[in-house]
C-alpha cells in the first residue's frame, strides 16, 4: 500500500509562514519591461547575497563574541563564512584544525561547530585579551576548555613549532601581508587531503582594482596566482563575505 506524502507544511521541522526571510508566495506576476527586469535581477542578486550571508542562524555566544569584536574595532567573519568554515569542518571530518588569527572566538566558535566531538583547535594570536575573550565565548557556546588550545603569539613564530601532517585543516585570518607564508606552512601542517582556507581576499574590492594598492593587497594577489599555478594544490575563490580562498593539499 503506497502512504501519501504527508504536505510539506505538516513536517515537525518546517515551520509555517514565511522562513528564512522567503518573500510571501504570489499567484501574480506582472510583466516588466526589460530595463526594469536588469534592475530587478541585479537588485535580487545583492538581496541574494544577503539572504546567502545570514542563511544559518548564529546563536547567543557568536552574537556575544561579535559584539566583544565591534567593540574593540576588530572585524570577524560574516555569518555566510562563518557557516561555510563550520560546513568545511565537517566535510574534511576535522579531528585538528589550526587557526590563525583568533580574535574574540567568532570564526572559532563555527569550526568547532563543525569539527569532530573530540577534535582539537590550536588558535593562534598576538593579543591575549582577544583570547580571553575567545575562550568565554566557546565557553558559553558549551565546548569544553579541552576543545581549543590557545597560543599567544605570532602566526610565523608559533606555527613552525606545530607538528608536519598533523592538520585537518587552516584557517588563516592574521596579517594579510604574510599570506604567502601562511600558504607555505599550513602546507607544511596539512595532512594529504587537508584544506587551508583564506579570509578576506576580495580586500573590500581592492584585490580587483586597477588603482595602486597596499602591500597585504599585493600579497594576496601573489597568494592567488601561486594556489592557482601549483599542479598540486584544488583551489576555489568562494564569493562569501569578503572572499573565501580554500584549497585543498593533494
Ligand atoms: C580579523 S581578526 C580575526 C577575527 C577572527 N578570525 C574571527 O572571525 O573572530 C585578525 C586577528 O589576527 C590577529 N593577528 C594579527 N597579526 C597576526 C599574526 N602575525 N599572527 C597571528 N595573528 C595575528 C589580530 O590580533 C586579530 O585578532
Known amino acids: 500500500?503506497?502512504?501519501?506524502?504527508?504536505?510539506?507544511?505538516?513536517?515537525?521541522?518546517?515551520?509555517?509562514?514565511?522562513?528564512?526571510?522567503?518573500?510571501?508566495?504570489?499567484?501574480?506576476?506582472?510583466?516588466?519591461?526589460?530595463?526594469?527586469?536588469?534592475?530587478?535581477?541585479?537588485?535580487?542578486?545583492?538581496?541574494?547575497?544577503?539572504?546567502?550571508?545570514a542563511f544559518v542562524a548564529e546563536d547567543e555566544a557568536?552574537?556575544?563574541?561579535?559584539?566583544?569584536?565591534?567593540?574593540?574595532?576588530?572585524?570577524?567573519?560574516s555569518p555566510g563564512t562563518g557557516a561555510a568554515l563550520r560546513m568545511l569542518a565537517a566535510t574534511v571530518d576535522a579531528k585538528a584544525v589550526a587557526e590563525i588569527g583568533t580574535g574574540?572566538?567568532?570564526?572559532?566558535?563555527?569550526?568547532?561547530?563543525?569539527?569532530?566531538?573530540?577534535?582539537?583547535?590550536?588558535?593562534?594570536?598576538?593579543?591575549?585579551?582577544?583570547?580571553?575573550?575567545?575562550?568565554?565565548?566557546?565557553?558559553?557556546?558549551?565546548?569544553?576548555?579541552?576543545?581549543?588550545?590557545?597560543?599567544?603569539?605570532?602566526a610565523l613564530d608559533v606555527l613552525p613549532r606545530l607538528a608536519d601532517g598533523g592538520y585537518d585543516l587552516?584557517?588563516?585570518?592574521?596579517?594579510?601581508?604574510?599570506?604567502?607564508?601562511?600558504?607555505?606552512?599550513?602546507?607544511?601542517l596539512l595532512r594529504p587531503g587537508g584544506l587551508v582556507c583564506f579570509e578576506g581576499v576580495f580586500a573590500d574590492g581592492r584585490t580587483v582594482d586597477s588603482g595602486p594598492q597596499p602591500v597585504e593587497v599585493l600579497r594576496l594577489r601573489d597568494l592567488l596566482r601561486t594556489v592557482r599555478e601549483s599542479a598540486e594544490l584544488v583551489p576555489s575563490l568562494v564569493p562569501v563575505g569578503d572572499g573565501l580562498l580554500c584549497v585543498v593539499k593533494r
Open 170 to 188: 587552516v584557517f588563516c585570518d592574521g596579517d594579510r601581508t604574510e599570506s604567502l607564508e601562511y600558504l607555505a606552512e599550513s602546507l607544511r
Open 62 to 77: 557568536l552574537r556575544w563574541a561579535r559584539d566583544r569584536a565591534r567593540e574593540t574595532g576588530l572585524p570577524s567573519v
Open 104 to 154: 574574540t572566538g567568532v570564526s572559532g566558535i563555527h569550526l568547532l561547530h563543525g569539527m569532530r566531538p573530540d577534535g582539537v583547535l590550536t588558535t593562534v594570536d598576538p593579543e591575549p585579551d582577544r583570547q580571553q575573550f575567545a575562550r568565554q565565548a566557546f565557553r558559553a557556546a558549551g565546548f569544553a576548555g579541552n576543545r581549543a588550545r590557545f597560543i599567544p603569539g605570532r
Open 1 to 53: 500500500m503506497i502512504h501519501p506524502l504527508p504536505p510539506l507544511r505538516s513536517h515537525p521541522l518546517i515551520t509555517p509562514g514565511p522562513i528564512c526571510g522567503f518573500p510571501a508566495p504570489t499567484d501574480t506576476v506582472t510583466a516588466r519591461q526589460p530595463r526594469g527586469q536588469e534592475r530587478a535581477i541585479t537588485g535580487n542578486r545583492q538581496t541574494s547575497w544577503a539572504f546567502a550571508d
